[in-house]
């Protein structure tokens, strides 16, 4: 035997659904590469540790879940008897294994100040990338995540309303937050798995895990995701990102990693990262690629002692978790409060009311469960007929399709108003 045999199929032990094995090599091979490892360094749930301390699950972890239960999806598809090929399985495999690889750090909050471009083309155009380096073995995989195969299914496992990145992740962030009420019965949703006409379709005997899995998702967002605490912290820290980068357009020293600064220094557009433009010797996907939370933290610690009173004061506010008060209303955020709340800041805080307006967050936040405009979830009946979740529940399901919108405003504790 050559001193270079490597075995790839290695297992690894996840908290959350036991003993992982890997199947294919070319799984191995790709979590290996830097581009993956990266996503050690993201974590899952950007800064909602600052309000459920167990939450420091990374995206490594998510999509390696992710893959475990494409696996299981396979087989159980397999039993049923349709027909899967070793080369899709290893091709959907890895679509799912890579359908976060393109997530900036903290999640939307990159997108939101540093690029105009979404994760989601990222992801794409790493998995391309990826594909060179690869001599063209994830052909099958970007088009199964592109939906351009002609198994469609396929792609709907990777991305649907049921797919499996949905039923990892709210598994997952329930294990690490402590929110039970988001915990899903998985392993039954995925033996109620079939296809029928080529669509992904619930078994009828799978329909109550589907009931609880909608009313988990909808519960997780109100209670993790949107939970107005976690709300303040993003929102305070795209607001010192973009302080920082409005220092930087005006030539003042702000410390940052060399990542970090190129993105500090530039706006990238779509057209940038397609375009493949170069910034000192390296490209704009290359420079992303090395892009990471700790680059964020490491420089917002450091900017609680810039004399920029405006950075400083949010980054400390971040830092030592001294986050904005927070209200939830149910209708938009009036003018007049608004500038009364900037009178207030101009009083107490600074006497600028241009700088004044980043002490004070408004915005909406939106929960919609399940979005029959987009994708149903189709239950088989016994006799072959389709029914969508909602006309084949006993329960109405009609508060979870509906879009609840919410709006909220945050500004410095030391404000009162009462």
Same mark, same amino acid.
């Given at each position: 035997?050559?001193?270079?045999?490597?075995?790839?199929? #290695?297992?690894?032990?996840?908290? !959350?659904?036991?003993?992982?094995?890997?199947?294919?090599?070319?799984?191995? @091979?790709?979590?290996?590469?830097?581009?993956?490892?990266?996503?050690?360094?993201?974590?899952?749930?950007?800064?909602?540790?600052?309000?459920?301390?167990?939450?420091?699950?990374?995206?490594?972890?998510? $999509?390696?879940?992710?893959?475990?239960?494409?696996?299981?999806?396979?087989?159980?598809?397999?039993?049923?008897?349709?027909?899967?090929?070793?080369?899709? $399985?290893?091709?959907?495999?890895?679509?799912?294994?890579?359908?976060?690889?393109?997530? /900036?750090?903290?999640?939307?909050?990159?997108?939101? %100040?540093?690029?105009?471009?979404?994760?989601?083309?990222?992801?794409?155009?790493?998995?391309?990338?990826?594909?060179?380096?690869?001599?063209?073995?994830?052909?099958?995989?970007?088009?199964?995540?592109?939906?351009?195969?002609?198994?469609?299914?396929?792609?709907?496992?990777?991305?649907?309303?049921? @797919?499996?990145?949905?039923?990892?992740?709210?598994?997952?962030?329930?294990?690490?937050?402590?929110?039970?009420?988001?915990?899903?019965?998985?392993?039954?949703?995925?033996?109620?798995?079939?296809?029928?006409?080529?669509?992904?379709?619930?078994? !009828?005997?799978?329909?109550?895990?589907?009931?609880?899995?909608?009313?988990?998702?909808?519960?997780?967002?109100?209670?993790?995701?949107?939970?107005? %605490?976690?709300?303040?912290?993003?929102?305070?820290?795209?607001?010192?990102?973009?302080?920082?980068?409005?220092?930087? /357009?005006?030539?003042?020293?702000?410390?940052?990693?060399? %990542?970090?600064?190129?993105?500090?220094?530039?706006?990238?557009?779509?057209?940038?990262?397609?375009?493949?433009?170069?910034?000192?010797?390296?490209? !704009?996907?290359?420079?992303?690629?090395?892009?990471?939370?700790?680059?964020?933290?490491?420089?917002?610690?450091?900017?609680?002692?810039?004399?920029?009173?405006?950075?400083?004061?949010?980054?400390?506010?971040?830092?030592?978790?001294?986050?904005?008060?927070?209200?939830?209303?149910?209708?938009?955020?009036?003018?007049?409060?608004?500038?009364?709340?900037?009178?207030?800041?101009?009083?107490?805080?600074?006497?600028?009311?241009?700088?004044?307006?980043?002490?004070?967050?408004?915005?909406?936040? %939106?929960?919609?469960?399940?979005?029959?405009?987009?994708?149903?979830?189709?239950?088989?009946?016994?006799?072959? #007929?389709?029914?969508?979740?909602?006309? /084949?529940?006993?329960?109405?399901?009609? $508060?979870?399709?509906?879009?609840?919108?919410?709006?909220?405003?945050?500004?410095?504790?030391?404000?009162?108003?009462?």
């Amino acid at each position: 035997m050559s001193l270079l045999y490597l075995n790839k199929k #290695k297992i690894i032990n996840d908290p !959350v659904f036991g003993f992982i094995s890997l199947q294919f090599e070319l799984v191995f @091979d790709l979590i290996e590469h830097p581009y993956f490892q990266r996503l050690r360094r993201i974590k899952q749930l950007g800064l909602s540790h600052l309000v459920f301390p167990g939450a420091n699950h990374s995206r490594f972890e998510h $999509a390696i879940g992710a893959c475990q239960l494409m696996q299981q999806a396979i087989s159980v598809l397999r039993i049923k008897g349709h027909e899967i090929t070793e080369e899709e $399985a290893e091709a959907v495999t890895v679509a799912i294994l890579l359908h976060d690889i393109g997530h /900036a750090p903290f999640s939307h909050v990159l997108e939101n %100040t540093m690029v105009e471009i979404s994760h989601e083309e990222i992801s794409l155009l790493l998995m391309n990338e990826l594909n060179q380096q690869f001599n063209g073995k994830l052909d099958l995989a970007i088009r199964i995540f592109t939906n351009n195969y002609k198994k469609q299914f396929l792609h709907q496992l990777v991305s649907s309303q049921l @797919d499996m990145d949905r039923l990892d992740y709210l598994s997952r962030d329930s294990f690490f937050t402590g929110v039970v009420e988001g915990t899903v019965g998985i392993e039954r949703i995925i033996k109620m798995l079939n296809v029928w006409n080529d669509q992904l379709v619930v078994d !009828v005997k799978g329909i109550y895990s589907i009931e609880k899995f909608l009313i988990s998702r909808r519960l997780m967002y109100w209670q993790v995701y949107l939970h107005k %605490t976690v709300v303040s912290a993003e929102f305070l820290l795209i607001n010192v990102l973009k302080r920082a980068k409005e220092l930087t /357009a005006n030539n003042n020293n702000v410390f940052a990693t060399p %990542t970090l600064a190129v993105f500090l220094k530039n706006n990238f557009s779509s057209d940038d990262f397609n375009e493949n433009i170069i910034i000192d010797e390296k490209s !704009v996907l290359e420079w992303y690629t090395l892009l990471d939370d700790n680059d964020i933290l490491i420089a917002v610690k450091e900017w609680q002692f810039h004399p920029d009173p405006v950075l400083s004061k949010l980054a400390k506010s971040l830092t030592n978790r001294k986050l904005f008060k927070t209200t939830l209303q149910t209708k938009p955020i009036t003018k007049a409060l608004e500038e009364r709340i900037i009178e207030r800041i101009m009083k107490d805080i600074t006497n600028d009311k241009t700088l004044a307006k980043y002490f004070l967050m408004t915005g909406e936040i %939106t929960n919609n469960a399940y979005n029959q405009h987009n994708e149903t979830i189709l239950i088989l009946e016994k006799n072959g #007929k389709l029914k969508d979740i909602r006309q /084949a529940s006993d329960i109405n399901l009609s $508060a979870l399709s509906k879009t609840v919108r919410k709006y909220f405003l945050c500004y410095p504790k030391e404000l009162d108003f009462n």
